[in-house]
């Protein structure tokens, strides 16, 4: 029997509503939101969630791996070269005509200009400027696409973190790697289809909310390993327990959940727990050989920087993250920075030793993530983005301290993209010659959305779910594809 897309799911719920509508006179329409809610769920209720997906385009990505940088990285210290802040360092910054919001009102109080600290040199055929402090992510800057001037809806910490990890600055809303895990499902059934692995650390700001399935089923949202020690707890049996009697407990679970749920269409968190201590039956397999990197050789461990205490823990995030695109896994998330504080990228003061910890910990591991992917045959159906939550401001309130920093700035988020169907070497947008905002129109962070599903092979209009009455997405107005920076 052939699964029905979910293009085609909701055309023959939009049917049947038009036909209520027109047969009640609108009468029958007021309840009909939560109505189709519950048939929706419970035609889908007696699927595996996780079943494999027919994309709707043809895109080379079948994972993708995202890298969230959490604090707010500087643009001007990392990939956006300025020199003219240099030239101004130490002094007000000249008009600038049309801006807005926050970031006006502080241009209107006593500043001065905060030059990079930085050398910037061009890379590769493509001539791209980067810094200094990434000297292994500038080797593959032929490989990678920037994208320039992102607005965000918010500036502040929590709502923005939000606004790039799911498409909206309030909570409640699902995750982008809920988003495609639902469009497309997971092509191992032995692991989840959403791996997150986070900063040995401690948490992002949000936490789980970061990637969250919102009001998409819960199966949809991401399964998170544990950075150090063992990534999954409670995974091993209990000594002594051979599988068959473990199978044997399962199955009458199973059937006790399963009738428990039958009366309860709908019922999403139980659906994803039936689902889950199935998966994590079949996870015992194979779980425990891939978290496993004792097995890597010293090349590949020195590759990403797992023998430098300072690159040991993202660089084991990293490989963790190729091996999980090894075994099928569609999205993994990996965090680095915790929380606001000097392990984020929040740089208000001290901009240039911080940025040398913060680059010297992620430059290795993903550089290293980027050539063993390529030399694997990896890339071109790994999808790898680079995002924070906000830019950086090239100017400081107030005279210039000894030690200066840098504010948020909602209008200059600075993000790439690589493998895929990604272009390397181009470019989407730009920022004005102080990186304050976008040069132009800017590019809001709902066509950043757009194209990481047009790159996932994903149509932001076809990619729907029906939510208290109202056909819901990641764009939620619709994104507007970056065409400029797809192959």
């Known amino acids: 029997m052939s699964i029905p897309s979910h293009a085609e799911t909701h055309r023959s719920l939009a049917a049947r509503r038009d036909f209520l509508t027109r047969s009640f006179n609108g009468i029958g329409a007021l309840a009909l939101g939560g109505l189709l809610a519950d048939e929706l769920a419970a035609s889908t209720s007696l699927l595996n969630p996780l079943t494999p997906q027919q994309p709707h385009g043809r895109r080379k990505a079948k994972h993708c791996i995202f890298l969230f940088m959490q604090g707010g990285v500087s643009q001007i210290d990392s990939f956006e070269y300025k ?56 080797k593959h800057v032929d490989d990678m696409a920037f994208i320039h001037g992102i607005k965000t809806d918010n500036q502040n910490h929590g709502p923005s973190t939000l606004h790039v990890t799911t498409g909206s600055q309030f909570p409640g809303s699902p995750s982008v790697g809920s988003w495609i895990n639902y469009g497309l499902g997971s092509s191992n059934q032995n692991m989840p289809g959403y791996v997150v692995i986070q900063d ?20 949809y949202q991401g399964t998170l390993l544990r950075a150090q020690g063992t990534p999954i707890l ?41 689902s889950a201590y199935e998966l994590a039956f079949r996870m015992q397999t194979e779980a425990p050989q891939l978290v496993n990197i004792d097995d890597e050789s010293d090349h590949t461990r ?13 660089g084991r995030q990293c490989l963790l993250a190729r091996r999980m695109v090894e075994h099928g896994v569609r999205y993994t998330l990996l965090v680095h920075g915790v929380q606001i504080g000097s392990n984020s990228w929040d740089d208000h003061g001290a901009v240039e030793s911080r940025m040398i910890k913060h680059c010297g910990e992620v430059d290795t591991p993903i550089g290293g993530l980027l050539a063993d992917l390529k030399q694997r045959g990896l890339l071109d159906d790994t999808l790898v983005v680079w995002a924070s939550e906000m830019g950086r401001t090239p100017f400081k309130n107030g005279g210039l301290v000894k030690k200066p920093g840098r504010d948020h700035n909602a209008w200059a988020l600075c993000m790439w ?71």
């Open 200 to 219: 040995q650390r401690g948490a992002p700001v949000n936490g789980a909310a970061v990637w969250g399935n919102g009001y998409l089923p819960a199966a």
């Open 302 to 314: 020195q590759l990403y920087g797992l023998d430098n205490p300072m690159t040991a823990g993202f």
């Open 83 to 138: 020199p003219i802040l240099n030239q101004l360092h130490g002094q007000p910054l000249p008009r600038v005509p049309d801006i807005s919001g926050e970031v006006k009102g502080r241009l209107r109080f006593p500043h001065v200009c905060i030059g990079s600290p930085f050398k910037f040199r061009q890379h590769g055929e493509s001539g791209r400027y980067v810094s200094e402090l990434f000297p292994n992510l500038a």
């Open 417 to 487: 993209m690589a493998g895929g169907d990604v272009k390397g070497g181009a470019t989407a947008g730009a920022t004005d010659e102080f990186s304050i905002r976008a040069a132009g129109e800017p590019i809001h962070v709902r066509d950043v959305h757009g194209t990481i599903l047009d790159l996932m092979g994903l149509d932001d209009n076809q990619l729907r779910y029906l939510h208290a009455g109202r056909l819901r997405r990641l764009t939620d107005i619709g994104g507007k594809v970056l065409h400029e920076i797809i192959a």
């Open 234 to 274: 409670n995974l091993d049996p209990p000594d002594g327990l051979l599988h068959s009697q473990q199978r044997r407990e399962f199955d009458a679970l199973k059937w006790l959940n399963e009738t428990h749920l039958a009366p309860r269409s709908g019922a999403t968190e139980l659906e994803a727990r039936i």
